[in-house]
């Protein structure tokens, strides 16, 4: 099944305001690529538009994201797109490990870059779940917003791989939340991410967008250029401290622990899916039970 790229991410702009919207929660807006390059799209032609002064970044339903699409049947992880981060042959024309990192490389880490880089403010407003690549999208937003409902998880060690492909948790939680959260798959609460610098504002699910859009608001009122190059000039002063060679340095760590996988067993993420995911972290969390699902490829 096919999905266009209109249906799985809406677009709207009010007040100055553009909100993107990942609309899969029949799938917890699990990440295919029709979503991602839809979300590259709507972000474009955000940016583009002269009456949006900031992007909101948010889900459909009650989960934010639950990560990369590993198990719908929208999955299309195999059909080509045109390029548009990353200068690499086209993925389908490769094989092994050529494929995997030309793949991920365009769709996963220099996407996140271009999206960090976009010139104009974006807020991720995070209304539930945010789980492995969901966090690749809030991560390369400005500013996070959180319901009091959200939590953030990464719980790719169990799949065999060291983290989510733009490794920026040192950079977000410190490096001792980090560690936790990668070590135990456990829960980050909305709360807990606010102590540490990560999320902007908490609200309770009702007030949370009107919240956001005070917050977007109070961004607006800025000029413009001097918005952009504030942004530029923090993302500069964080990549001067290691940010960008981190990333890259634990990118290739990623496309490491995939070939090993794939050669001692056969799948490049340890053949660990959604089901083994899900009845994981249900178990170690029975508050959160019913909540989590994971998509990661």
Known sequence: MSEHQDDVVLYAVEDGI??????????????????????????????????VRVVVITGAGSVFSAGHDIGSPGRDVHVQYDSRAALWPEYTRAEAAEERYAR??????????????????TIAMVNGPCIAGGLMIAWSCDLITASTSA??????????????E???????????????????????????????????????????????????????RNDRFALALAKVAVNR????????????????????????????????????????????????SAAAAGNVDEGKE
């Open 18 to 51: 553009a909100t993107i919207t990942l609309n899969r929660p029949e799938y917890r807006n699990a990440q295919n690529l029709a979503m991602i390059y839809g979300i590259d799209g709507a972000l474009k032609r955000a940016v583009l538009d002269d009456a």
């Open 104 to 121: 991920e490389i365009e769709i996963y880490l220099e996407m996140c870059r271009r999206w960090r880089a976009a010139s104009k403010p």
């Open 151 to 164: 939590y953030f998880a990464d719980p790719v060690v169990q799949m065999g791989v060291p983290g989510v």
């Open 166 to 220: 733009l490794f920026a948790h040192p950079w977000e939680l410190g490096t001792r939340l980090a560690k936790e959260m990668l070590f135990t798959r456990g829960q980050v609460s909305a709360e807990r991410a606010a102590a540490a610098g990560m999320v902007a504002l908490v609200a309770e699910p009702d007030r949370l967008v009107e919240e956001t859009r005070a917050l977007a608001q109070r961004v607006a």
């Open 237 to 284: 002063a964080q990549d001067a401290m290691g940010y960008h060679v981190g990333i890259d340095s634990v990118f290739g760590l990623h496309q490491l622990a995939h070939s090993h996988n794939a050669e001692v067993a056969g799948h490049g993420n340890r053949g660990v899916g959604v089901d083994a995911i899900r009845a994981s972290l249900q178990a170690e």
